[in-house]
Nanobody, 121 residues
Framework: EVQLVESGGGWVQPGGSLRLSCAAS????????MNWVRQAPGKGLEWVSG????????NYADSVKGRFTISRDNAKNTVILQMNSLKPEDTAVYYC??????????????WGQGTQVTVSA
């Protein structure tokens, strides 16, 4: 059974940092690209960042570029999102997702339960 379990969310003041972790199990982690997606209160889903299966390629939404860093440890089946210089607009539930590709179609087929990040004074 595929499982993605996020941790590390919480409350932080603007300008602060948080480190989100996602523990994966039930599949060959090192063969999948992984992503973080967030949903702010009352808004739709927003893709945040992605990392290739080997970790050599990373991508970020413009809204977080230069502040967030994604990484992974394939030996520990873990993907990390280091979030620095947090802003109130980063407040959201953050989801870890597994990416799959069929031909030219990409989709996120498994999601974690999400972890809440709240940035406020």
């Amino acid at each position: 059974e595929v499982q993605l379990v996020e941790s590390g969310g919480g409350w932080v003041q603007p300008g602060g940092s948080l480190r989100l972790s996602c523990a994966a199990s039930g599949f060959t982690f090192s063969t999948y690209n992984m992503n973080w997606v967030r949903q702010a209160p009352g808004k739709g889903l927003e893709w945040v960042s992605g990392i290739s299966n080997g970790g050599g390629i990373t991508n970020y939404a413009d809204s977080v570029k230069g502040r967030f860093t994604i990484s992974r440890d394939n030996a520990k089946n873990t993907v990390i999102l280091q979030m620095n210089s947090l802003k109130p607009e980063d407040t959201a539930v953050y989801y870890c997702t597994r990416e799959t590709k069929t031909g030219w179609v990409f989709k996120f087929d498994y999601w974690g339960q999400g972890t809440q990040v709240t940035v406020s004074a």
